[in-house]
């Protein structure tokens, strides 16, 4: 007994010892944290809530107010300022830093001692009447000193005087109409057209190549009043006394005229002046209705077709001595504006990633603004404004994004995107590594209506998803996601039972970083309603009249459309800074290049038989579709299966999405076009505004049936899909597994 | 007592009990594995060693024998035999995966029935001596049909007759002596130039520019004859009968061309043969000795001044009848060779990477041969060859390397580097993402002296480690490292006490890799004694006399050679893709930089008074160079405290490694070179071969002072120091910490 007693002593002993030993290991083993889930910071769902929720509409309305006191055009003391202030603030608010990036551009100033104007004159060369020199300044800003007046940055200097010829929008089926149906010719002739449809710059250009010696650009009512509004500051229409000011460059992505394809620092190389990219070698002007009716009455001769009545036709066509008084007075114009190197200033803040601090999300918008730029830029600067003050509060609360994000408030778009562009010249090598996407802050309000989103296909899915988790602003609509409210404005067409998304054209900041650099990039807004308004951007748009008080009285009285606008580009920012995954969508990118190619393709079709004649056939570019779309499908469906314990493969999984933008950009670029790169986006080379598909294609394909050498015009249509082609499959291949 | 017993029993129990806990809990906690670590595969050196100790002479002798049997010209039957052998052994040997991947690419052939071949005519027009119309073919080789007879590839056809003139090497500075000193035109006139210094490709561009209408290329012994060495079967020097073969494209990185900067596939858009790039317009062949000597009697009245002197000078100074009965004879070229799209086929094997598949790190070099490539390039594939069996013995004993390796055999790369470069540009998204190097593997030995190694900067600390690794493969030195020898026979100038390592040119298929893309490149080859030996290459160059043979009986009749090369070759691949931070030196870059600079600046200085007038300074050059030296410093410092259990942290300084030789490539280019884009390195636009370090400046000081508007050149050369000074800042920012 003695001895089995000792023995069930040693059993339970070792039993005991053993049972105490798994204990301590088992908790040893699991409250060790693996390297991985340490690493794998989840996007928290409650901080992207409080993120959302820290963003107050009171503030956004402080924040505009505070920095639309004063103009602030590029290039001047107070936009300088205002970068000091904003600096000063995104440090208080908490980012980790901010720095002021100057850079020394080419600008275009009226001169002051000299104002800019346009002449009747008669046959004596006597000027019986002259434009206005300015707008008249709206109620509280009478002692507002440094309004700039009305003008086209970068006209050259000149006094040409001529006949008057009317050209409608002076978009190129314009002067075709004009020339090849109307037979009339403007060589030599100065050139009116009205403002809209088109971006500003191509007019010109066109009037330019139609052998024009000058340009005038109005805004008829007809485009720039909304049915039943009153005149600012009894509501949101254009005065006859406003004008549109606005650069007229040509520079096809550029940036600084001066210095392509590099930043203008102290010791870039600069381009002679006369040399300068996309700088209009003819006299150009604005005006507003008020003037611009006195010189159409002086249009000797000229019937307009029907289908170019603006609201002004009736004086122009039939007005008092048409023909007769005025048959030998011209009109002259008067340019002294001056061109100069001047410095400008970018402010960068930056939140450092946690865990992968190379990786970059960008939210970035232009601060300058024409005058006090209530709508432009400043309804989208306020929200980025108050978007880094919500990171800011979280940042102390403990969060930090997985990934790194920077802030930036541009200088000099109003210029031709210039801050923005050199700046992505001067981090082109870090952003083409380690950009994750861009999204882009400029107005933040341009109708009463409801959301729009441009954006790039792959983030379609994330929109929707946010804006599901966003509120409508609209009264009423308490209980509506914004989504909801959105969907039920404007759905997508036949397509598709969702709310529309368009293509990104240009016009903006993202320019340089989605179609020179191929980074994903978005934009959001907040619209009219595109079926019943027909005026381009807002009546008011680059007037004086653009002031706090448009916003506050008319377009958003609570403030909560712009804070939703906030809410999307902040929240958009914080998903792809954060998430674990990136959440960017190949699916959607192959049923986008599907559409596209089925577009260009039906286009093409108009042209059947000289298709056959010289063997032009898309089938390459829907093999080339079909590969991708599988591709996309793959990745996804492995994407499923992806052990995010691992950070490498993560990473790896991360990196094909990435880079998916990245695999469309043609180092070669575009014809004529080297800084437009993206194969499937461009700006429409008729209107920088627009987003043309396929851009390559297009542009072979346009006007093709007066092409003088068919063939060669047709050979280069096939270049052209082959390209396109080659780029899509290039692309499907980054998204199959990597060996 | 007894509670005092019991109490301490309660102690003892209490201490029995946490101490067993404590234990299991460490050991719970130190025998789990952290991820971090697990994922963390480290270079194991023992793996290096056996990886190259597994690299046999006597197989490599085996490999060149089986691939040098028959001819095997890009485009032809034969050379696909081969790619098929090659790709089934690499299967064998095995590789997770081998392809075989096609392109229809531009190729130039002798027509069979109508030889190439030039005459001396009488002023009959009776030729009255006609070139060879073969080599003799070697002993052994009797029977082997499809020996294609010397020719220039891609000359046009054609017939010119007309005078000859002697411009020594076709250099451009004989150009400019014929020209400029010696006052003689060749306009009209048929030039004769001796093979060496430069690429033929050049001298073909200088006769063109200077207006020749033809250009006859031979090797004179001067240049082709070693010293006390007997032609070819009974020594390794080029018998009189032997001519060179080769391309004279002037292509400057386009890849086939009809198709630049897109891959050759099927569906590809070509341009028309008229319009290819780089294809000389004027006819071009190439002749020997023993022909040359009856063309260069012919000069009638030319007397080459005495730095022009080869071998062959007394006959055409002195030789019978000069003047006289040759004065009216003159010199036809009766060329008849077709250039035709044919189909060519890279082989490319894969082993795919344990953490990093998307990490690819390359080992590519060319298969095709003017006739058998017993040294170009067979010396060099059979080690590729090698390399990958030794890969494979590895991979069997379950190693596996961190990142993938991808091992190519090139085709058509005679034919202007055209099977890499189309691969280049067919997967150019995924290398610039994912490609951490290349190392090139054309001919493993050009003579019998050294090695030979020409790389980027960042390799050079990476070279010298491996070769202290690696034995010295001559006689009497088995106790040295090739280090040692190499770094005994060929020191560094006064510079430094390390072998030299030189600048990497072009001529071979890293170009695309180097030049286009920017991917961290290097290439290793046993080579002659420079300073004694002044032929080009190595005597029998490109001619039917490089034979298994050659290499068996004069190059290496051991193999050790030929092995010491695949060592480094195969090493370089080894460490790139395995070592867990990559082995890449950024400091090694700085130190080139400066010296690059200094020499450039060094040049300009010749100019001093013009560098005043037209306010040209380095400093802002000088000053990007300083940065960039103190940012490569600082990541160097910061890589010593890397936390190498953490995966991303890892990968993001490797990306930073991985992505610094990207950073100089402006996707711009290089003036009228727009696929030579890398602003540090770029061929000579005198000579392929050269590297030239900041070619846009180099090219903008080339004979300015001959410049007819001195103003423009200057500007141009400020132009080139500003984009050369931006690079050198962007890449330096892409060493600091990324945010």
Redesign the interface.
């Known amino acids: 007994m003695k001895r089995e007693s000792r023995l069930v002593r040693w059993i339970w002993w070792t039993v005991v ?1 053993t049972a ?10 699991f ?2 944290p ?4 340490t ?1 794998n910071h989840k996007t928290s769902s409650k901080y992207l809530v409080e993120f959302l929720d820290e963003m107050q509409s009171d503030l956004i309305r402080d924040h505009l107010r505070k920095f639309t006191r004063l103009p602030h055009l590029a290039g001047t003391e107070q936009n300088l300022k205002y970068a000091e202030e904003i600096m000063k603030e995104w440090q208080d608010f908490g980012l ?1 830093s901010v720095e002021m990036v100057p850079y020394d551009i080419l600008l275009s100033y009226p001169n002051k001692s000299e104002p800019n104007y346009i002449s009747i004159v008669d046959h004596n060369g006597k000027e019986v009447f002259n434009t206005s020199l300015a707008e008249p300044v709206p109620h509280g800003y009478e002692d507002v000193s440094n309004i700039v007046p009305p003008y086209s940055a970068y006209s050259p200097k000149g006094h040409p005087e001529g006949d008057l010829v009317y050209v409608n929008y002076g978009r190129t089926e314009d002067f075709f109409q004009l020339e090849r149906e109307m037979n009339i010719s403007v060589t030599g002739k100065i050139v009116i057209v009205r403002y809209g449809k088109i971006f500003r710059g191509n007019k010109v250009k066109n009037a330019m190549s139609a052998g024009a010696k000058g340009i005038i650009m109005f805004s008829d009512p007809v485009d720039y009043w909304a049915a039943g509004v009153k005149p600012y500051p009894d509501g949101w229409n254009l005065p006859g006394g406003g004008a549109q000011r606005g650069n007229v460059l040509n520079l096809n992505g550029a940036g600084d005229p001066l210095t392509p ?3 203008a ?1 102290e ?3 600069r381009l002679n002046p006369e040399e300068g990219v996309g700088l209009p070698k003819i006299p150009v002007h604005p005006i507003g209705f008020h003037d611009a009716i006195h010189l159409l009455k002086n249009m000797g001769g000229q019937v307009p077709p029907a289908n170019w009545k603006g609201a002004l036709n009736v004086s122009y066509k039939t007005g008092p001595g048409f023909t007769e008084d005025f048959k030998s007075h011209k009109v002259r114009m008067n340019i002294y504006s001056n061109n100069q190197v001047t410095r400008i200033y970018n402010v960068i803040g ?1 939140i ?2 946690a ?4 990786r ?1 999300v960008i939210l970035g918008g232009h601060r300058d603004a024409w005058v006090f730029g209530g709508i432009d830029p400043m309804s989208g600067a306020a929200l980025v404004h108050e978007t880094v003050r919500s990171a800011g509060k979280l940042l102390k609360k403990g969060w930090r994004p997985r990934r ?1 994000v920077i802030f930036a408030s541009w200088d000099a778009e109003e210029f031709g995107l210039l801050g923005s562009t050199e700046w992505a010249e ?5 952003l083409q ?2 950009a994750v996407a861009y999204i882009n802050a400029d107005s933040g309000i341009e109708g009463m209506y409801t959301l729009r989103v441009d954006c790039t296909p792959s983030l379609h899915t994330l929109v929707y998803n946010l804006t599901k988790q966003i509120s409508s602003p609209e009264e009423g609509e308490e209980e509506f996601s914004l989504y909801e409210s959105w969907h039920k404005r404007d759905n997508w067409t036949n397509d598709r039972d969702a709310p529309r998304i368009s293509k990104l054209g240009s016009g903006s900041d993202f320019e340089a970083y989605f179609i020179r650099l191929g980074i994903t990039a978005g934009r959001a807004r907040y619209t009219k309603n595109k079926k019943t308004e027909r005026y381009s951007s807002y009546p008011v748009y680059h007037s004086v009249y653009e002031t706090f008080e448009i916003v506050e009285k008319f377009y958003d009285p609570t403030f909560r459309r712009l804070r939703a606008v906030a809410q999307v580009r902040g929240g958009l920012i914080f998903l792809l800074a954060d998430s674990q995954v990136l959440p960017l969508d190949a699916n959607e990118y192959a049923d986008s290049l599907r559409k596209y190619a089925d577009s260009i393709a039906h286009l093409a079709q108009t042209h059947t038989e000289l298709m056959e004649t010289y063997k032009v056939s898309f ?2 570019l829907f ?1 080339a579709v079909e590969n991708f779309t599988n591709a996309a499908k793959g990745f996804h469906e492995r994407l499923q299966t992806l052990n995010i ?4 493969q993560v ?2 999984m991360n ?2 999405l990435m ?1 998916l933008e ?2 469309f950009i ?3 670029g575009l014809p004529g076009r ?1 800084f437009y ?1 993206h194969v499937i986006f461009a700006p429409s080379s008729h209107n920088k505004y627009a987003g043309e598909s396929f851009p390559g294609i297009y542009d072979a394909l346009f006007d093709i049936e007066n092409s003088a050498d068919p063939e060669k015009a047709w ?1 280069e249509v ?2 052209q ?3 396109a ?2 780029t899509v499959h ?2 499907a ?2 998204l199959t ?3």
């Not at 105490?20 to 083993?29: A, K, M």
């Not at 001067?426 to 870090?430: K, M, P």
């Open positions: 010892v105490l030993f798994l204990l301590g290991f088992c908790i040893g083993w409250s060790k693996s390297k991985a889930t690493n980790d394809g590099y930043p620092k010791y870039t190389y930056k450092r990633g865990l992968e601090p190379d970059h790194t001067d981090n082109a090598r870090l590594e380690r089938e390459s093999s314990e691992d950070p490498l990473r790896i990196d094909q880079y990245r695999a043609d180092p070669l080297p790169r050979r096939k270049r899909i082959s390209i082609a080659f290039a692309a291949m980054t597994p990597p060996a």
